[in-house]
């Protein structure tokens, strides 16, 4: 047993002499199920490189980022330009999914999907859409039988991505939000409830009659949540799946900045679906380890192609391939 | 040990004032090093926490304000939120917690008592997360649809204490975590009083019957004020435990920053706050922000103990003399 340690310890010594590299990562953890596949295929391919992951939350990941305490990060939102400038330097954004928001509902009588605009989730959200039965829900959704309750909001009270990429959509849907509210990853509530984490978000919503929420589209779709369509860009009312997300980022693909830092919310395009957001890898843009360099740079190039194909699986959209050749650019960046 | 052996020289003297001196650095080690973490504890809080206090000042503890995104904070919510809670368990719990402590140090039989007591302390061990979870599904619903509408529908149209049950009330509220919190600190109670109650000398008891008091009155009346400081004691661990506990309260508790009259209101609690948001937060100034937070719970922590030690002493004295 002992001897059998010792082997071992030896081994792993002499492993990590013959030029065995280690990475370590920290930040959002919405992506975390597809970067632990990601990592524990590409450690398969390449036995040399280990790519360990933290998943402490995207504002851990800017914070260490910035520490210099990680070879890369991961976020949810892009970093902030002062966030930027601190990096000794520079860092780059590199998005690998992406996500959506869904709103969910618990209205008494009303089984069916609704269809909500704009206007209506930020009114709801600001307090001035106070009854289920307001023309602004009422006029999209005709046939339905709305009723004249209250509603009661539900938002998240942990700070959350989630919750960023919805702010963020509502900030475009309505100039109040934008002046009273703003985005971030947790924001002062005009109204409602807080639930911790997606399951307390719907849990309360299952709960309690005439409340809505939103939570990400792939906790909706494993735990066979219905959810609301919401009016897109053009004005279509889009019901969130892994395609109208994925249409999204080739929506805003021409504009595309070339850090990446950009937001896809209300995205143009008729399929598109409004409440979506990449997720990014940050990775400092000078690393001086070039062991660690090629590997990080490696592992970038097969994200982008054959890592792509794992995201469908496990309930991510995939980036378009417009997105995709963008990337494979910047990878050149890294020196 | 009164009857040991007489000294036969000094050197086994010397050798047990030796063995004295080393048990008394290993303990005095030990003693200090508590101290010394507390003291940490604060000095990091206080430095990690300099932007918000130059910025807010003391109005950090009067602000109801809590705006990440223009970066404006202020804690009063949070320490409102905590103190209803801690207070409505205790209200709810101490009488719950004593009563039943006293029924089993001295009313019950040995065997059922025994029994109890084993379940009671599993009780203790059982994580916070779980407490969470019997709200979120049980007392949350309970207190929503049975527990609420009678409340805000007769006390709340009482003169003064009406503002207290004003609806509406979505079962998530200040009620529910009084309620998960006091399920939470009863084990406590009991198991610490009815230990208290047992060591109360039986001298006691016998005298008090003696003198021709009913059993009950000589439990009332003599048993329970002797080991008061005692219960007192148990009252202001299941406080403490009140006071810092999170991840049932976040559940239950609504996570509103707003100060609410009405126990049927949604609230916040620091602690909840803190854990909720500590992770994903950027920017320093809100990540000073809550750990200013950890200092004020520290600060409210630490307050309420001393008081509870006056307390403690206080009616200590106050037994003492009778």
Partial sequence: MLVGALCLAVALAAAAQSGAILLNGAGAT????????????YKQKHPNIQINYQ?????????????????????????????????????????????????????PGVTGELNFTQAALA?????????????????????????AD???????????????????????????????????VSVKWPVGLGGKGNEGVSGLVKQTPGSIGYVELIYA??????????????????????????????????????????????????????????TWLLIPTTITDAAKRDAIKDFLKWMLVDGQSFTKDLGYAPLPTEVVKQEQKAIAKIH | MSAGPVPASRSFSKRLLEGDQVAHAITFVAAA????????????????????????GLSFFTGRDWDPVNEIFGAAPFVYGTLVTSALSLVIGVPLGLGA???????????????????????????????????IFVVVPF??????????????????????????????????????????????????SREVLLAVPTDQREAALALGSTRWESTWKVVVPFALPGVLGSVFLAMARALGETMAVTMVVGNVPEIRTSLLAPGYSIAAVIANEFTEATGDMYVQSLIELGLVLFLVTFILNGLARLLILFTSRRGGSA
Avoid at chain 1, 132 to 140: G, L, Q, T, Y
Avoid at chain 1, 161 to 183: E, H, M, P
Avoid at chain 2, 153 to 172: D, I, R
């Fill in chain 1, 30 to 41: 919405f992506p975390n199920p597809i970067y632990s596949k990601w990592f524990d295929v």
């Fill in chain 1, 55 to 107: 998943s402490l939350g995207s504002g851990a990941g800017i914070r260490q980022v910035i520490a210099g305490t990680v070879d890369f990060g991961a976020s949810d939102g892009p970093m902030k330009d002062e966030q930027v400038s601190q990096v000794k330097g520079g860092v780059l954004h590199f998005p690998t999914v992406l996500g959506s928001v869904v709103p969910i509902y618990n209205v």
């Fill in chain 1, 221 to 278: 779709l494993q735990n066979n949540l219905s959810y609301g369509r919401v009016q897109n860009h053009d004005g279509q009312f889009v019901k969130a799946d892994l395609n109208t997300t994925t249409a999204a980022a080739a929506g805003t693909a021409k504009g595309m900045p070339e850090d990446f830092r950009v937001s896809i919310t209300d995205a143009p395009g008729k399929s598109s679906y409004p409440i979506s957001s990449f």
């Fill in chain 1, 123 to 147: 009114g709801i959200y600001l307090g001035k859409i106070t009854k289920w039965n307001d023309s602004e829900i009422a006029k999209p959704n005709p046939g339905v039988k709305l009723p």
């Fill in chain 2, 101 to 135: 402590a006293i029924f089993l140090a001295e009313l019950a039989p040995a065997k059922i008592s025994d029994a109890l007591t084993f379940v009671i302390e599993l009780l203790a061990a059982v994580p916070s997360v779980i407490y969470g979870l019997l709200g």
């Fill in chain 2, 33 to 56: 090093s508590i101290l010394l973490i507390a003291t940490l504890l604060v000095i990091i809080l206080w430095d990690n926490s300099a932007l918000p206090r130059a910025k807010f």
């Fill in chain 2, 143 to 192: 207190v929503r649809t049975t527990l609420a509408p009678p409340l805000m529908h007769s006390l709340g149209a009482v003169p003064k204490v009406g503002f207290l049950f004003k609806g509406p009330c979505y079962g998530v509220s200040f009620l529910a975590a009084g309620l998960v919190l006091a399920i939470m600190i009863v084990p406590f109670i009991v198991s610490v």
């Fill in chain 1, 150 to 184: 209250d509603i009661i909001v539900v938002h998240r009270a942990d700070g959350s991505g989630t919750t960023y990429i919805f702010v963020d959509f509502l900030c475009k849907a309505s100039k109040d939000w934008q002046t009273q509210v703003g985005r971030d």
